[in-house]
Structure formats: C-alpha cells, structure tokens
C-alpha cells in the first residue's frame, strides 16, 4: 500500500469532518430530542437560548463544561475516569468503517467517502459494540455505588443479550452480499435493498439497536424511576457529558448502520448520495425519539423473555430460511 | 391472534404521539405572558384586620398545628384589654407548599391566602416573612368577620354585650 | 366480686367499683366530666351515660354513679347512650363561648375533645348565652368563668379534698358561679391544681398565660425539686422558656396533685440572670477554657499552699448522678475537704437520719394517706413539704386521728395536741406514722420504731437530694465546709450548685464555681461554669423515704426566645447551640474535669 501524502491529508480530513459532524449532529440530536418530546407533550420545548432555542447545545456544553467534577468517595479512580471514555470512543470508531456516500473524484483522486474500507467492517462494528459494553460495566462498578451498580449489571445482561439477535439478524445481510466489506453490502443494495429480502432480519435489527442504546423502551440501565440515572448516577459533569453524548453518537451509528444493512446505504434516485444517507440515519433518530414519547420502560423479565425466547430463535430461524432459499435459487 | 392485537397496540399509541406532534402546544411564555389567577388561587399569605382595624390574628396556634410542613411559628401575647395577638408572627415560605390548610384551620379568618405568586428571590432567607411583612391593613375575604364580637371575652365590648349574649349574671342575686 | 359483661368483655371488678371505673380497667373509655379518680363521682354533668341491656337494672344509667352488680349486661356504644351523650354534650355547649381559639386550655381541654368526640360540631340552638363576670383570683390563676360546665370538680377538690375555705359554688340553676365570695387571691397552697381538675379552660396558669399550645409543648416526665418529697411533675416549657409544671400522676407518691410551691416554680429557670456563659476572672470565656483554667489554678493552689488546700463542695439540691462524681474529683485533686452541706448542724443531722430510713421504716406518701393515726412532730408540714400536709388531710378524711405534739402549726384539717411522743396511742393504731424534720431526736425515734413493728416514719428533709447526698457522705466521711474552714487550711473551694454564705466565702482568696443560679457563691466566684437546671438535663434526686426518681430532660439549654435581642422576633440565623446554651449537666462537666486529670495532660503532670 502506497502512502500518498494527498491520501494521508485525504485521511485526515475525512476523519475530521466525520468528528466534527457526528459531534455535532448529536449535540443538535439532544435538542431535537427536546423539541420533538416536547411537540408530542403538548409543550414547546426549549426555545429560550438563540433564535428557535438553537443554541441550547451550547449552552448545554458550557453548563457540563463548568460543573463540578465530582468522584464519590471510595470510587475506583482510574476505572471511574476511563469508563465515560469506554462508552464513547467505540461508539464512534464504528463509524470508521460505514460508507456514507458514492465515492468521489478530488484532484484526480478517487475518494472513498469511508474512512476505512475494511473487509471485514461488520466484525469489526460488532467487536467494537462488545467494547461499548465496558463503558457501562466499569462505570456502574467503579462508581461505589448500588443504584450505579444495579444499572450497570441490568446493563450488562442486557447489551449481551441483545447483542446476541444483533448479529443473527445480519447473518441473512452477509449471505446476501456474500461480503462482510460495508462497501459490497452497500452495492448489493443498488437494486433492491435489504429491507425487501429480509423484513424479519430488519425488525429484529431495529429492535436489537434500540436495545444496545439503552433507549426507551429499552433503558433499564438507567431506568430513572426506579435506580436514579443507573450506571452514570455518580458522574458529573462532562464525564456525565460524555456518557450521554456517547448515547446519541450511538444512535447515529447504529441508525447508519441501519440504513447500510437494510436500506440501501448511500443509495436512492434523485438526491445526491451524502443526503439520501443523511436522510436514513436521521430517520432513524426520529423513530427513536417517537418511540421514546411513546412506549412505556419494560420489565426486566419481560426483556431477558423477549430478547433469549423471541428475538434469537426469530433470528436463527431467519438464517435457515435466508439459507434455503439461498440454495434452492442457486 | 396475540401478536396482532399488541403491534395494533404499539401502532395506535405511536400514531397518538404521532397527532399531538402536531398540536398547538399549551405553554405560557411566563415573563412575557402572565396568567391572572382567580382570587381563589391560594399563594403568598397574608394576616388581615378586622372591620374596626384591630389585628385579627389571636395567635391560637391552629394554622401552625395546622400546616403540614411546619412552616408557621408564632408566640401569643396579651395585650391592651386581654386581647390575644402574635407578638412575632413568621411564615418561612421556603417551605411553604401553598396547600392552604393555614387558612381552613384558621377560626378568625385572618390568615388568608392571595394570589400572589411571584415571590422567588436569590436568597432564600428572604423568604421568611415576619409579622410586618405579612400584616395588611384591609380584611381580605369575609370582610365584616370579627372574632372579638362573637367569642364572650370582654375586648372589643363589655362583657355580656357581644352577639348572642345576655348580660352578666349577678351571683348574688336571690331571684330562682 | 360482682361479674359483669360490657361490650361484650367480661369483666370482674371489686364490690362497690362504679361501672366507669369497671369499664375503665378493659381500656373501654367512658366520657366523663366530674367524676374524677381522686374526687369520685356527683352525678353532675351527665355525660358517662350507658345503656344496660340485661341485669338487676336497665336502661340508659349514669356509668360513673352506678355500682357494677352481678350479671348486668351493660353497653357504651347501644345507639340510645350514644344519642343520650351527644345531647348531653350539646346541651353542655349551649352557653360554652366561642372562645377556644383565646383559651389556654385549648388543645389539652377535656370538654374539646368530648364535644367533638360526641360529633357536636354546628350549634342548633339560637338562643343567647348566659355571661358571668370574672374574679382576680390571685397571680398564679386565671378566671374565666364563662367557659364553666358546671360539673363541680374545682369545688369538690378545693374544699373537699384541699380543705380549703375560701372558695365555692353561688348561685342556682343555670346560674351557678363558681368562685370567690370576694375577689381576692386564693388562700389554699393547693390552689393551683384547681387548673389541672378543671375540665375546662376556666381556670388556667396565669404564669403561662398566651404562651403556647399544647401540641407544641416540651415536655416531659420530671420530679419537683421544691422539696424532699419528690411529688412527681411534668413541667412544659417552649422556645427555651419553662412555661409551667402540672402534676403527674404517681399513687407512691404525690397521687394526682401538687402544691402551688412546686407548681409555680418558673422564674428560677427562666431568671435573666442565670450565669449562661463561662466566665474566668470576670470575663466571658468558654467551657473548654474556664474547665483548663481551673486546673491551671487548682494546680497552682496546690504549689502555694500544699496538698489539702482545696475544698469540693456540693449541695443538696444536686442530682444524684452529679453528687456521685464529687468523691472522685476530691480524690484526684487530693482536696482537703469533701462537702455536701454549709453548716455543722446540718451536716450531723441528716447523717443521722439516713441510719434511721430503710424500706422497713419509711412511710411514702401513700403510706400517710392510708394511715390511721399520725403523729406530726416537731415539724411544719404545710411549710416544709405542703404536700405531705395534703396528705395528711386525706388520711384524716377516712378517719386517722391527727396528733401534734406540741408546736404552733396549721394543718387544712382537725388534729389533736399532744404534750410529748409518749402522749400517742402509738400501740393501739394499726398504721401509725410519725412526721418529722431533721431537729427531731434520732435516738427516741429509733426507740420507737423498735417497740411499734407497724411504725412508720417520715422525716421532711430540708431539699430534694438531702437524702441521696446524705447517703454519699456517710460513705464518704464527707463533712461540713463549717468545719473544714475551721483550722484555716483550705485557700480554695470548687462549688458545685452549693449556696455557701457569704461569711464563710469571705476568707477563700479562689472560689470556683459550677451553677445555673446566680448565687452569692457565683457572684464571689473567679472562675463560673453554667449548669444545667433540672427541667435542662437527665438526672434523679433520692427522696426523703429513700425513693430514687427520675427526671428527664424537658428543654434545651439557652436564653428563652422571650430574652433575646431584637425583641420583636427571634434572629435569622442558623446556628446549632442556642445562645448561651453551651450549659452542660454538672455531671458532664464533672466528668470531664476527672478525665482531664487522668490524662494528666493540662499543666497538671
Ligand atoms: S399553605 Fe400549607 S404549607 Fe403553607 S403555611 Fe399554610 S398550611 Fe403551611
Ligand atoms: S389560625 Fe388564624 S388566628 Fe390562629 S394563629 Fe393562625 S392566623 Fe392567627
Ligand atoms: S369551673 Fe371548671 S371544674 Fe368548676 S364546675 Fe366549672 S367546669 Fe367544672
Ligand atoms: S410538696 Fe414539695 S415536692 Fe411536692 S410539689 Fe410541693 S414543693 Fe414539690
């Protein structure tokens, strides 16, 4: 592999570019969360800071910035400090390996717009999620605390177990392509998408993702009725910041991740294809804010039932008929 | 079937949420937009005078037994005529929760509540409102109630001269 | 033993118990307004009526005049009783004022809780309401005469049961006053339990007038220190400021009253001038400080003048608790003298005396009040303990022959005088007991209580820990500062709560001492530490039978709200310890005085 500069500077600014826009997009997610919330409750939501409210992220940022630092007593330092971190960084490291547009012609360079086109980016993207769960281990058990505890051990059981139908829904996906690379799903679509094929390995997908952000109907790791704000109850500021920013960066993730699986990635008539991709993920961040305003937390029981007794066995079942068919077509 | 039923469930509640999107939010502006609250609403208290001026407030201690969050304290004295007042009289509207229990305890009807609601203030011992804070000079509701004239203790007028009430008896009066 | 059901409870009660009091010992409570435990019944408020379903009688009766008798079936809740005691009730109220919210009794009143116990809450009757005209009935009670129910429980205790003369019932038919012939204070020294046997708020503390409620009182269960009897009490204070002390029940001892001297004892407690903060050599300084002076002193006392030159003295208005630790202290500091009492005389004739009282000899209060023939002698009881004088009434009210042997008293009842001891029919009484003070002649009385088994003595000591101090100095050889001041040795006193004269303070060149009242010793003290009154601490004083009571803390240390500055409301500051409420018990601070030795730190090595 040749080591272009222009490539390496190339890199670079994609990197940066997609920090910028994920940073951004999920401090403005916060606020459209707020808003949207706020629509289906019959308020306004906030609308005090800048023209519409706008710079309410802003001021959110300066308040977290601000805030006392704050460590209970008898709290692990190290692990207490790095666990935020835990939960964030993977969350957007997945990103790396999602192709969020046709490629380009810059300077008479071919540009991926991907980071890194990995053959296998769906491993890794599941690898990755595996990691995200120490965010919520070590933070629940460093934390010294039991409601922290409590969450993060709900959160643990639940993140594997949801992991579990995770990845047997996209088993079908990866037969289909024949690739674990995101960029060959992503051109197997430019037909038919995913979705058309595999409806179940798409319901069982969207329900898994909302379990792995730990959203509504899904937050029992936080659950604020009953363990105060679960695993990140001890935390403060912008170690609080991080854990929360890390939840939205995972909905844009995993909405990308969606979209890339199921709805064709990049691709769609008309618009240009950073759009059509932008308006997937996007979609995605609203279902999940509707779901919010609209379904009540589950039990927990009623989660380990649904995940191990429906979702996997649905899952499993999904993979043997996609095989057969696969077969029987040739 | 199950399983229909509950996505029909799921479906019907996410398009209730979906409607309301597009509500007109109920929301007041505060600052900008004020709400006038009926003369009912129960806020800030006051201790109202009689007709004739006098305080009402006997300082029986019922609205301090009263109030569930033990935010009222007093001290009774005497005063001129054997009239019982609050030498010090203080509401800490800190803790206050304007549940208006004072005023239905209150056999003079001199604690009342009004619809005053704006008393926030950065300093929370600003909140605790002593006597003269709280005294007004009008009668608030039930403007012709005064207790002296109906309670038989000799303040407001002789003893035996209050409503319905006959003059003293002479004890050593012989008459059956 | 006559059996008998009440709702549905069999109950088997002595001959001659009222169906009140029978319902009463199952826990089925009977409203009631004049019959009281110590005065019984008359029958006139009507308001204990039940209904007796089966028996020797039937229908709607008077529980508290009725006698149980076998087989009556008798029942409190038959809907005919309930009817007939809300009428009762009602009828009562008609010329009630509507003025609970200016009483004092209101929030502890009887008829308050019947009336709205029946569930007369809106008055019917339209009529006017009958007025009287109140009487000045001295600075201790407050007249109201309008409130009365006319269920004569304050003239049955006043001249029944008090003996006293100058207050009664006027009047007829829904006129009856119940007062003074003439305005005037009232005589009786047990005038002011007239508050707490009225049902209602006709005659209060005027002492506590408009001070609080009872809801908001401090209270607790507490022993009078006004003399050696213990008469149990239960003073209430608020805001720091001692209110008032009402009697509490204990048949041992005082049964249900006290007398005007223990009841209206305030102003000590609340007195303006009590030493509130430490002070050394005139200025204000803090317990910590003041408790590290007066070892720097005692230390430097011991260098000038050698061992032995530092007298520890208490008293015996001290709590047991505190009187205990002085030995201790004597012993760590190697005092020169341990005392207890001022004089010699009094310092030999309580040792004397506590040889003579064990559980053997030694007549309580109910003991008098159950005698049969009692022998004051040498004593003043109506002056020296006034409730062993009520005692003594109500002995003589079931027929006890009362003997004074020669001596100029008054008594509230009829008594016989007598020459000498020998003059009494001791022998023939089956529960004679001999009322004395501490001049009396051990000798002859132990003589006495060795020829009569059945004697019982009562020896009136001059304080409310005479006793249990008087136990610690025979044990401790403790003797009078009189005499330790004799041969001129002691430079120095620690005193503890004692009142010393001020003749015998004069030559001490260091005085230190630890007292909540500002007494001639505090004033002549270079060193002061404040104490803790009784009503401020836990403690116990050993009475003059040898009974050891109890008293709880009822209030906090402090200056009342009422004494603070600004007058017009108390302060808006947060602060833990009141103002001046650094005091702490005297045992505390003995305590720490010893632990400060033991630890040798402090300059005293
Ligand atoms: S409104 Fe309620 S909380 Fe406030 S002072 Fe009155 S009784 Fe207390
Ligand atoms: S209840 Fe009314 S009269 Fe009584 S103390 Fe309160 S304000 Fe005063
Ligand atoms: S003054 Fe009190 S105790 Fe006496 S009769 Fe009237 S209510 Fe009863
Ligand atoms: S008799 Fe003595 S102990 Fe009893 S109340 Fe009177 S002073 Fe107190």
Redesign the pocket.
């Known amino acids: 592999m040749s080591y272009d500069p222009i490539d390496i500077t190339l890199i670079g600014a994609k990197i940066a570019l997609v920090f910028f826009v994920i940073l951004t997009l999920a401090a403005y997610l916060v606020f459209a969360e707020r808003k949207v919330l706020a629509w289906i409750q019959d308020r306004k939501g906030p609308n005090r800071v800048g023209p519409f409210g706008l710079l309410q992220p802003l001021a959110d940022l300066i308040k977290l910035l601000t805030k006392e630092d704050f460590r209970p007593i008898g709290a692990d330092k190290w692990l207490f400090y790095l666990a935020p971190a835990m939960a964030a960084i993977p969350a957007i490291m997945i990103f790396a390996v999602i192709p969020f547009g046709a490629p380009l012609t810059v300077f008479g360079h071919s540009v991926e717009l991907q980071i890194s086109d990995l053959n296998v980016g769906l491993l890794l993207f599941l690898a990755l999620s595996s990691i995200a769960v120490y965010g919520v281990a070590l933070g629940g058990w460093a934390s010294n605390s039991k409601y922290a505890l409590l969450g993060s051990i709900r959160g643990l059981a639940q993140l594997i177990s949801y992991e579990l139908s995770m990845g047997l829904s996209l088993v079908p996906v990866v037969m289909l392509a024949r690739s674990f690379r995101l960029s060959d799903i992503v051109a197997a679509q430019s037909g038919c998408w995913f979705i058309v094929y595999q409806p179940l390995a798409f319901i069982i997908f969207l329900i898994s993702i909302a379990a792995e952000c730990k959203r509504i109907p899904f937050d029992l790791p936080e659950a604020e009725g009953e363990l105060v704000a679960g695993f990140h109850t001890e935390y403060s500021g912008m170690r609080f910041g991080l854990f929360f920013v890390g939840e939205y960066i995972n909905i844009i993730v995993l909405g990308g991740l969606a979209a890339t699986f199921f709805l064709g990635g990049w691709h769609g008539p008309w618009l240009p294809p950073v759009i059509w991709f932008s308006g997937k993920v996007l979609a995605f961040a609203f279902l999940f804010i509707w779901m919010r305003g609209t379904l009540p937390r589950l039990r927990y029981d009623q989660l380990m039932h649904f995940g191990w007794k429906i979702l996997t066995p649905l899952a499993l079942v999904n993979i043997l008929v996609t095989g057969w068919w696969l077969v029987l077509r040739g | 079937m199950k399983i229909f039923s509950d996505m029909t469930a799921l479906m019907t509640g996410m398009w209730i949420t979906w409607k309301h999107i597009f509500r007109r939010p109920v929301t007041i502006q505060y600052p900008e937009q004020r709400r006038q609250p009926y003369p009912r609403y129960r806020a800030r208290i006051v ?1 109202t005078r009689d007709p004739e001026g006098g305080e ?9 037994a009263a109030c569930p969050v033990d935010c009222i304290s ?1 001290q009774p004295a005497e005063g001129d005529g054997g009239r019982r007042y ?1 030498e010090w009289f203080r509401i800490n509207f800190a803790r206050c929760i304007f549940c208006g229990l ?1 005023a239905e ?4 009807l ?2 009342q509540m009004t619809p005053d609601y704006e008393i926030c203030t950065r300093d929370i011992m600003n909140l605790i409102y002593e006597k003269e804070d709280l005294l007004i000079d009008g009668c608030g509701k039930s403007a012709d109630y005064n207790f002296y004239r109906h309670a038989g203790i000799a303040v407001t007028q002789p003893r035996g001269n209050g409503a319905e009430e006959l003059p003293p008896v002479d004890v050593r009066g012989l008459m059956p | 033993m006559p059996k008998l059901i009440i709702d549905d409870i069999t109950v088997e009660v002595a001959e001659g118990t009222t169906l009140l009091e029978a319902a009463q010992s199952v826990d089925i409570p009977i409203p009631h307004f004049c019959w009281h435990p110590a005065l019984g019944r008359a029958g006139a408020c009507r308001v204990c009526a039940v209904k007796l379903l089966d028996g020797p009688v039937k229908g709607i009766q008077m529980s508290c005049m009725l006698p149980a008798q076998e087989g009556m079936v008798v029942s409190t809740t038959d809907p005919e009783a309930v009817a007939m005691r809300r009428h009762v009730i009602e009828w009562l109220m008609i010329n009630h004022p509507h003025d609970c ?1 200016v009483c004092d009794e209101g929030g502890e009143c009887q008829l308050q809780d019947y009336t709205i116990a029946g569930g007369h809450g809106i008055r019917r009757y339209s009529g006017k309401k009958r007025t009287h005209v109140n009487q000045y009935l001295g600075p201790y009670i407050e007249h109201e005469m309008n409130r009365c129910i006319q269920c004569y429980r304050c003239v049955r205790y006043y001249q029944e049961y008090a003996g006293g003369t100058d207050f009664g019932v006027m009047g007829s038919a829904g006129r009856v006053y119940f007062g003074r012939f003439q305005e005037g204070q009232l005589e009786s020294p047990f005038s002011g339990n007239l508050v707490d046997i009225c049902p209602t708020g006709v005659f209060t503390d005027k002492t506590a007038r408009f001070r609080a409620r009872y809801w908001d009182y401090d209270m607790a269960p507490s022993v009078c220190p006004g003399c050696s009897l213990g008469c149990n009490t239960t003073p209430v204070a608020r805001y720091r400021e001692l209110l008032k002390t009402v009697a509490r029940r204990n048949d041992a001892v005082n049964g249900w009253f006290i007398c005007d001297r223990g009841r209206f004892a305030n102003s000590a407690v609340n007195a303006p001038l009590r030493p509130r903060h430490a002070v050394v050599d005139s200025r204000e300084s803090c317990v910590e400080d003041a408790l590290d002076t007066l070892l720097l002193r005692i230390h430097a006392l011991g260098e000038l003048h050698g061992p032995g030159s530092i007298a520890v003295v208490g008293s015996s208005r001290m709590a047991q608790e505190a009187a205990e630790l002085l030995p201790q202290l004597a012993l760590r500091i190697a005092a020169g003298a341990l005392c207890y009492r001022t004089t010699r005389k009094e310092s030999t004739e309580t040792s004397s005396f506590v040889e003579l009282v064990h559980t053997g000899s030694s007549a309580s209060q109910q003991d008098v009040r159950k005698s049969d023939c009692i022998v004051v002698y040498g004593c003043d009881p109506l002056n020296e303990a006034p409730m062993m004088a009520m005692a003594i009434r109500q002995a003589w009210r079931s027929g006890a022959t009362v003997y004074v042997i020669e001596h100029k008293i008054t008594l509230p009842c009829e008594f016989t005088l007598r020459a000498t001891l020998d003059d009494v029919p001791l022998a023939e009484a089956e529960r004679p007991v001999i009322i004395c003070n501490l001049s009396a002649e051990t000798d002859q009385l132990d003589k006495l209580l060795e020829g009569h088994s059945r004697l019982k003595i009562a020896p009136l000591f001059p304080a409310a820990n005479s006793f249990g101090t008087a136990l610690l100095m025979r044990e401790h050889g403790a003797i009078s500062l009189e005499e330790a001041l004799a041969d001129g040795e002691i430079k120095g006193i620690i005193s503890i709560e004692a009142d010393i004269p001020a003749a015998l303070l004069g030559k001490i060149p260091f005085v230190a001492a630890l007292d909540w009242q500002a007494t001639a010793t505090v004033q002549a003290a270079q060193i002061v530490i404040p104490t803790t009154a009784w009503v401020e601490m836990n403690g116990s004083y050993i009475n003059y039978e040898g009974r050891a009571q109890h008293f709880s803390k009822v209030m906090n240390p402090g200056v009342p709200v009422k004494g603070l500055d600004p007058a017009g409301h108390p302060p808006h500051i947060h602060r833990s310890t009141a103002t001046g409420g650094e005091a702490l018990p005297a045992r505390q601070l003995l305590a720490r005085l010893i632990k400060l030795l033991d630890d040798g730190n402090r300059g005293l090595s």
């Open positions: 201790l009402r407030c006997v300082a029986c201690q019922l609205c301090s007093m609050a004072c305890a209150c056999p003079t001199a604690i | 919210p």
